[in-house]
T-cell receptor, first 110, second 114 residues
Framework: AQSVSQHNHHVILSEAASLELGCNYS??????LFWYVQYPGQHLQLLLK??????LVKGIKGFEAEFIKSKFSFNLRKPSVQWSDTAEYFC????????FGAGTRLFVKA | DGGITQSPKYLFRKEGQNVTLSCEQN?????MYWYRQDPGQGLRLIYY???????QKGDIAEGYSVSREKKESFPLTVTSAQKNPTAFYLC?????????????FGPGTRLTVL
C-alpha cells in the first residue's frame, strides 16, 4: 500500500537555524514527490516537486529537497530559516494516487 | 484571477442536519478533490472527480456525498450519517494525472457541528 510518513509533527527553531524536515514513503513503483506549505491564513500551496532527473530539487523561498531512492526519502531543507517560514509543511507522494503526510508545524522564533 | 473559491469560510450546523460546502474553480482543470484536514492527520481524501458527471470515493467517503454537474463546480454534502463532521474541509483541483500534477487548493471551510 502507498503511504507517507513525516517524522516531526512540531518543530521550533530560532531564526538563522538550519531546517530539515523528514519525509519517507512506501510505494513500489515510480513516484512523484511534492512538498506543500500552508502559511497562517493562506491557501495550501506547492513549495517544490520532483518527477525525474536531478534528485536535488530547488523550490521557492530558498527551500530544497533531496530524493534518495534507496532510503525512500524526500527530506526538505533550508540552510537558514526566517520568521516568515512559520507554517505547516506537508509531504505528498504521487504514485497510483497522491497521498499527503500528516504535516509538520514549524514555528520560527524571531 | 484564476483560482478556487470555497464558501462559506465558517459553517455551523446542528446535529442531524445535512450541509453543503461549495467549491468553484476557474482554472479549467478537469480533476477536482475534497479533503478533510484534522490536526495531526494531514489531508485525507474524501472524494475526487476526474470528469464531469463522474466521481470516485476516496479514503473516508462514508457520510459524505458529491456531485459534478459542471466542470467548474464540485459541491460536497456532509450528511447526518457522518459521525464526526467537525473539521476543516479543503477543495482542490488539478490537470488530469493527479499523481504527478500539482494540486491547487481553495481557502477551506471550517465546519463545526453543535
Amino acid at each position: 500500500a502507498q503511504s507517507v510518513s513525516q517524522h516531526n509533527h512540531h518543530v521550533i527553531l530560532s531564526e538563522a537555524a538550519s531546517l530539515e524536515l523528514g519525509c519517507n514513503y512506501s510505494y513500489g513503483g515510480t513516484v512523484n514527490l511534492f512538498w506543500y506549505v500552508q502559511y497562517p491564513g493562506q491557501h495550501l500551496q506547492l513549495l517544490l516537486k520532483y518527477f525525474s532527473g536531478d534528485p536535488l530539487v530547488k523550490g521557492i523561498k530558498g527551500f530544497e529537497a533531496e530524493f534518495i531512492k534507496s532510503k525512500f526519502s524526500f527530506n526538505l531543507r533550508k540552510p537558514s530559516v526566517q520568521w516568515s517560514d512559520t507554517a505547516e509543511y506537508f509531504c505528498a507522494v504521487g504514485g497510483f494516487k497522491t497521498i499527503f503526510g500528516a504535516g509538520t508545524r514549524l514555528f520560527v522564533k524571531a | 484571477d484564476g483560482g478556487i473559491t470555497q464558501s462559506p469560510k465558517y459553517l455551523f450546523r446542528k446535529e442531524g442536519q445535512n450541509v453543503t460546502l461549495s467549491c468553484e474553480q476557474n482554472l479549467n482543470h478537469d480533476a477536482m478533490y475534497w479533503y478533510r484536514q484534522d490536526p495531526g492527520q494531514g489531508l485525507r481524501l474524501i472524494y475526487y472527480s476526474q470528469i464531469v458527471n463522474d466521481f470516485q470515493k476516496g479514503d473516508i467517503a462514508e457520510g459524505y456525498s458529491v456531485s459534478r454537474e459542471k466542470k467548474e463546480s464540485f459541491p460536497l454534502t456532509v450528511t447526518s450519517a457522518q459521525k464526526n463532521p467537525t473539521a476543516f474541509y479543503l477543495c482542490a483541483s488539478s490537470n488530469l494525472g493527479w499523481s504527478y500534477n500539482e494540486q491547487f487548493f481553495g481557502p477551506g471551510t471550517r465546519l463545526t457541528v453543535l
